[in-house]
């Protein structure tokens, strides 16, 4: 590939998407947009870029962005962020909001949605406590692919079978032929929809818990800063963040620190989550 | 190092589990159908147990009831493995004191995963 057509592509995945693509990924181009361009009746990757620079196509643009999303994602992945997330934010959730009873939970990079499934499924395990909170599960991302599969809330085999207690498969799923369906009890506590971490914020509304994981790795530096500083306006005070287990915020923005011996939690800075959450000293 | 007994009358299975398992730490004890195992268990008992379902001689549910029926032994966790991947025969084993339970075909990283679920690793 040519290397002002390299600059070209990669410029665009990170004016779109965030994307850092360094030369080394070239290989990814190849095996990710041939596919495309072929379906496209393009006899490869070179005409594909060469279409693009030619004319803004808006839905060829989208399809390119999406088809260079890792979208790799299982039920209760790490575990800890979850167990974390059971015993000590939730807790914390509680006392600091008995009054309203109000939660809103954000996963900014749902992908096929067993993020934030499994975090339904907690408060589902629960629900003598939960049943008469007014509770949001919002799943964004940017793939509308992803997106819709995750509204359907189907998954194989192999998926139901990576991080998914066997307990929570008999409980929660149906079984249709070789793949399984969510209960509606589950679907129906997440919402979906359609966002891009580059753009505002504003719409969203403040949320109590926001877990972006596995995806600020993708991004370079000056992006990570951006969307970490821009959550914590979205964030409550006395919120929690969860981050991927190759994800931090040391050296990449303030506003947020770990919570020390907690891996992958972080709570907004000079805020009192910690004390809510039991978790100072 | 924890023991884990592979009970597969596919000698192909048992290698590939043995494989995967002892990549994970684990000290590899093979049977090739319930009533070996019961025999295996009755010289060591191991600290989990991989377990197929249809088998001759006796099979794996047949085996699991008569473990988990054995009084005064340190129980080990009982992780099915087999291609019974309906939700009757979950919901049987599961009753029947299973830990975990893995439909076939498996890789290393659902085995993994499950052993993570209940402790193993
Ligand atoms: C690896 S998945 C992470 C899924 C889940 N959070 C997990 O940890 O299992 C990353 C997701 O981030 C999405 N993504 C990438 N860039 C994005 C952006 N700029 N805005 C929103 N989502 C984005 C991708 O579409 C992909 O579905």
Redesign the pocket.
């Known amino acids: 590939m040519r290397s002002e057509d390299f600059k070209f592509i990669s410029q665009l995945l990170h004016d779109r ?3 850092m693509l360094t030369e080394d990924k070239v290989y990814l181009l190849e095996s990710r947009l041939t596919p495309l361009a072929r379906k496209r009746g393009l006899d490869g990757l070179e005409s594909l870029i060469q279409k693009l620079k030619l004319s803004r196509d808006t839905a060829l643009t989208n399809d390119i962005v999406e088809a260079m ?6 039920f209760f ?1 790490d575990n800890t962020p979850f167990d974390l997330f059971k015993q000590y934010v939730l807790p914390a959730m509680e006392k600091g909001r008995g009054s309203g009873k109000r939660l809103r939970i954000w ?1 900014a ?3 096929t949605g ?2 934030p499934y499994s975090l339904a499924i907690i408060l589902r395990e629960a629900w003598h406590k939960w049943r008469d909170w007014n509770i949001e599960i919002i799943g ?4 509308s692919q ?1 997106l819709d599969k995750a509204v359907e809330g189907v998954y194989s085999q192999f998926e139901v079978q990576r991080g998914l207690p066997i307990q929570m498969l008999i409980k929660y799923f149906q079984q249709e032929g070789d793949v399984w369906r969510l209960n509606n009890d589950i679907r129906s506590m997440v919402k979906f929809r359609k ?4 753009d505002n914020f504003a719409g969203l509304g403040k949320f109590d818990v926001i ?1 972006c ?3 600020l790795i ?1 991004f370079d530096q000056p992006t990570k800063s951006g969307v970490l500083n821009r959550m914590r306006k979205t964030l409550s005070d006395d919120g929690a963040l969860f981050l ?1 287990a190759a994800e931090t915020v040391l050296g990449i923005t303030d506003q947020f620190k770990p919570v020390t011996g907690q891996r992958g939690l972080y709570v907004p800075t000079g805020g009192k989550s910690e004390e809510l959450m039991g978790l100072n000293g | 190092m924890k023991t884990c007994l592979v009970v597969d009358d596919s000698r192909v299975i048992r290698k590939v589990a043995r494989r995967i398992l002892e990549e994970l730490d684990f000290e590899v004890v093979e049977a090739v159908d319930g009533q070996d195992a019961l025999d295996a268990c009755d010289r060591d008992m191991p600290d989990a147990v991989l377990l197929d379902w249809n088998m001759p001689v006796m099979d794996g549910l047949e085996f699991m009831k008569r473990l988990r029926a054995q009084e005064g032994v340190e129980q080990p966790i009982v992780v099915f493995c087999t291609t019974e991947n309906d939700m009757a025969h979950i919901r049987t084993a599961i009753e029947a004191g299973a830990n975990e339970y893995i439909m076939k075909p498996f890789d290393r990283e659902i085995i993994e995963a499950k052993f993570v679920q209940v402790g193993l690793i």
Do not use: I, K, P
């Not at chain 1, 999303?69 to 299982?74: D, K, R, W």
């Not at chain 1, 964004?140 to 793939?143: A, K, N, Y």
């Not at chain 1, 966002?195 to 580059?198: D, E, S, V, W």
């Open positions: 998407s965030g994307l999303t890792t979208n790799e994602s299982f992945r996963c990079a749902a992908s067993q993020e964004t991302d940017l793939s992803v966002f891009n971490l580059l877990f994981r596995n995806v993708y991927g």
